[in-house]
Each structure stands twice: as structure tokens, then as C-alpha cells.
């Protein structure tokens, strides 16, 4: 018979004993500086949130007189001309920022994605500022890209700040700027959650405990810093919705397929219009020719302005018809790839939400053809996190990001069955994401 003391006293030897067997690493692993610049990461990522928020509600008070509620309503209120105008003056102004940074400093900052994932280049904090300020002004004259680019990448300059003058590791550098990107993200949406799986799932490729206690740690931080002076409420309203019962699983299990085929779809625009962005001083006239074009298209559908929250509230709320809902639905993706083929830098995130919002919606419309009832935000709520997760390769982040954007918990199943159909068909098609579509050819 074995000795119990003699096999607590090995046990008590062996440092492996106290470690949790699916455990790689352990969290005293990191000494107590990376600690230390983790907390300053999330600090600053919460201020460069804080900062280009700023920088966009500015120039939208500046060039369409907005104040709060819906930026396409204060949009459409103004005579054509002068929406017109305004987008002009958005793609000269984008366009001239744009080629003054590639002749003066030889790039935008450097991509956080790029630098973490294949441990080469660097972030420069002035760059990414500039680079990051000028995105937003893009995204506040009616530019149909993201305004989480500049946040995301000012915390990833935080992190890379903090870390290129310590003493860590290049692991532990390289940690600290993928968390302060998705601490940015964080911030300015108010899903610290969101942002921490965002970290793990597309910077990392990993969700083990020393990478997710890091990212919780730069994500809550930097959230609770930017409730200074940005929104603590949901981004999205949407009313009271009941449990799912069997139409809602079914469309579940329809609307992941088809997301899947649209997400794959739309990566792939995405990818060309990256791969044939000008150069020179063509940036001083696309964008001036493609946002003047989406300020004419901009007369018929306003809600195509901008990085696309009105339009995804538009099509939580439920009544839209369904030939509004086929042309938004169409537009939104190619004047996004159009605004990003111009040169335009921005997020994709949100555009790319309102696309699957709007494709849900639509599809709603068609599934109670077939299937009679009531419309509601299910069908819009299904169809955006189908088309994020697969779009972003990210569904547990994907789901996360739904339900702290709505305040919804009452569709967790139908969201993960929607979110991981559309993945797996998605990756069928096209094996690249949102965020690797953009990158440059090896």
C-alpha cells in the first residue's frame, strides 16, 4: 500500500503540483513590471479612446451642426448641397491628410495585426495619432468606415510605448500591444468583455489564463477610464425580447449558412479594394471622387453615412420594408470597400455589423413568408452576429460583442448557432478575415 506521507511530500516537491493541468504557463510567469505597464496600457488606450471620440464629435458639430441622436437624421436635414459638400470636402481633406503622412513619415503608424502577428515592424505613437485623428474626421464627414481604428491602435501605441522602454520580454511586448488594441476597442464601445476576447481571438490566436487575465485586466481598465466622458450605455436599443422557441433556432440555422456565403463574399471585396489603394498623388483625388459619389447616393439613403450605427439601429428596430432594406443592404458593403479602395483608413467592425444587421433583417422578411409572425430585432440581432463572427473569424467574440452592444442575453443559443455556421462556411470559401485581407501580399 503507497505511503500517503511519502506521496504528499513529492507532491509538495514538485512546483507542478499546484499548477492546473491545462495550464501552459503560469500567470507568475510575468514579473511585476509587465503588471505594471498592463495597467498603464489600459490607462492609455481608455484616453486615446477618449481623445479620438473627441476628434469625431467635433468635426461632425463642425461640418453638420450634430449634437446627439442619429448623425444620418442631422445629415439629411441639410440641403443637398450641402451634404454633398461636405462629403466632398471629407474625401479632399482624407486625401491630402493621407499623402502628407505617406511623403512626410513614410506610413500611417504601422498595423497592430501585422506587428503581432509576424513580430516585425513597430508602431510609432506620433504616426498612429495623426493617422488616427485623420481617420476619424474621415469617418465624422460621412466616410462608411469604422471609428474603433484610431482607439484600437492608439492603445496598441500605449502598449508598444510602455513596453519598447522596459525591461520585458519580446513575448511580453508583444502582449502588451495586443492587449492595448483590444483595450481600445474596449473603451470606445463599452464591451470590455468584447475587447478582451477580441485581444485573444484575432491578436493571440489563444485563449490560455496568461493571456486572458492580461487582456481582462488592459480591457476593464481602459473601459472604466473612458466612462469619464464617454457613454456607459448600450451602443444599440432594443426592446424586450422573448426566449427563442422553434422558428427562431430554424432561422438560426438558416441565417449561418447564408451569412457565411456573405461574409466570404465580402472579405473578399475587401481584400481587393485593399490590394489596390493609390498611391502618390492619385491620394489626392479618389477620395475626393469616391465621397463626393456617396454623398449623391447619400440623398436617397442616408444611412449609408458614416461607420454604420444608424443603419444597424435601423434594422434592430424592425420597420424597415423589405426593398429598403435589399438596396442598404447591397450599398453598405461596396461603399465601404469603395471609401477603404480610395485610401481611406478606418475600422471595419461596425460597418460590417450594420451590413449583418441589415441582411438579417432582410432575411426576416423573406423566413415569415414562409414562416408567418411577428417581425423583430431577432432576425437583424442573428444575421449581424452571424456575419461579424464569420467575418471577423472570431465568434466567441463576435457573440460577446452582440450581446454587451444590445444588453441581450435572452439569444445566446440561436447566436451561437448562427455564429458558428456562418464561421465554418465562411472559412470554406475564404480562409482570410477582415483584418488579414487588408495586410499587404507577403
Not at 490607462?43 to 453638420?64: C, S, Y
Not at 468606415?145 to 484600437?152: C, D, L, Y
Not at 472604466?224 to 422557441?245: E, F, R
Not at 467574440?397 to 445566446?412: K, N
Request: glycine content about 12%; some cysteine; charged content about 10%.
Amino acid at each position: 500500500m503507497r505511503d500517503r506521507r511519502s506521496s504528499g511530500s513529492s507532491a509538495a516537491s514538485d512546483p507542478r503540483a499546484e499548477e492546473q493541468a491545462n495550464v501552459p504557463g503560469r500567470l507568475s510567469d510575468l514579473p511585476l513590471l509587465f503588471w505594471a505597464m498592463a495597467v498603464l496600457t489600459g490607462v492609455g488606450a481608455g484616453l486615446g479612446a477618449i481623445l479620438m471620440m473627441a476628434v469625431l464629435r467635433f468635426v461632425q458639430h463642425l461640418a453638420l451642426n450634430y449634437h446627439s441622436g442619429e448623425y444620418s437624421k442631422a445629415a439629411a436635414t441639410h440641403g443637398s448641397l450641402r451634404l454633398v459638400v461636405v462629403l466632398a470636402v471629407g474625401g479632399m481633406v482624407t486625401g491630402v491628410g493621407l499623402w502628407l503622412l505617406h511623403r512626410s513619415s513614410k506610413g500611417t503608424g504601422g498595423e497592430p495585426t501585422e506587428v503581432v502577428w509576424t513580430h516585425h515592424g513597430s508602431i510609432s505613437v506620433v504616426r498612429t495619432l495623426l493617422s488616427g485623428a485623420l481617420s476619424e474626421v474621415t469617418v465624422a464627414m460621412g466616410g462608411s468606415i469604422g471609428r474603433e481604428a484610431a482607439p484600437q491602435r492608439a492603445g496598441a501605441a500605449a502598449g508598444a510605448l510602455l513596453g519598447r522602454h522596459s525591461r520585458l520580454t519580446p513575448e511580453q511586448r508583444t502582449l502588451l500591444i495586443a492587449c492595448g488594441a483590444g483595450a481600445g476597442l474596449a473603451a470606445v464601445y463599452n464591451v470590455p468583455l468584447a475587447g478582451a476576447l477580441f485581444t485573444m481571438e484575432i491578436y493571440l490566436g489563444s485563449l490560455t489564463l496568461t493571456m486572458v487575465v492580461p487582456a481582462l485586466l488592459t480591457s476593464g481598465i481602459a473601459t472604466a477610464v473612458s466612462w469619464l466622458t464617454l457613454p456607459q450605455h448600450a451602443v444599440y436599443s432594443i426592446p424586450a425580447l422573448a426566449g427563442p422557441n422553434l422558428a427562431i433556432m430554424v432561422f438560426a440555422l438558416v441565417i449561418g449558412p447564408l451569412a457565411g456565403l456573405a461574409s466570404a463574399g465580402y472579405i473578399y471585396l475587401i481584400g481587393w479594394a485593399s490590394d489596390h489603394r493609390p498611391r502618390g498623388r492619385l491620394l489626392l483625388l479618389e477620395p475626393l471622387l469616391v465621397f463626393t459619389a456617396l454623398g449623391l447616393i447619400a440623398l436617397s439613403y442616408p444611412l449609408l453615412l458614416g461607420n454604420g450605427v444608424d443603419l444597424a439601429q435601423y434594422a434592430f428596430t424592425g420597420g424597415a420594408g423589405i426593398l429598403t432594406l435589399l438596396a442598404l443592404t447591397a450599398l453598405k458593403p461596396i461603399v465601404t470597400a469603395a471609401c477603404l479602395r480610395s485610401g481611406a483608413t478606418g475600422g471595419l467592425f461596425t460597418p460590417t455589423l450594420s451590413f449583418g444587421a441589415a441582411f438579417g433583417a432582410l432575411a426576416g422578411h423573406i423566413f415569415l413568408v414562409l414562416w408567418p409572425g411577428p417581425m423583430s430585432a431577432t432576425y437583424s440581432l442573428l444575421g449581424a452576429v452571424a456575419l461579424l463572427a464569420a467575418a471577423i473569424e472570431a465568434p466567441l467574440t463576435g457573440i460577446a460583442m452582440l450581446i454587451e452592444l444590445t444588453h441581450t442575453v435572452t439569444l445566446v443559443a440561436p447566436m451561437v448557432l448562427a455564429a458558428v455556421s456562418a464561421t465554418l462556411v465562411s472559412r470554406r470559401f475564404n480562409l482570410r478575415s477582415i483584418y488579414s485581407a487588408r495586410l499587404p501580399p507577403p
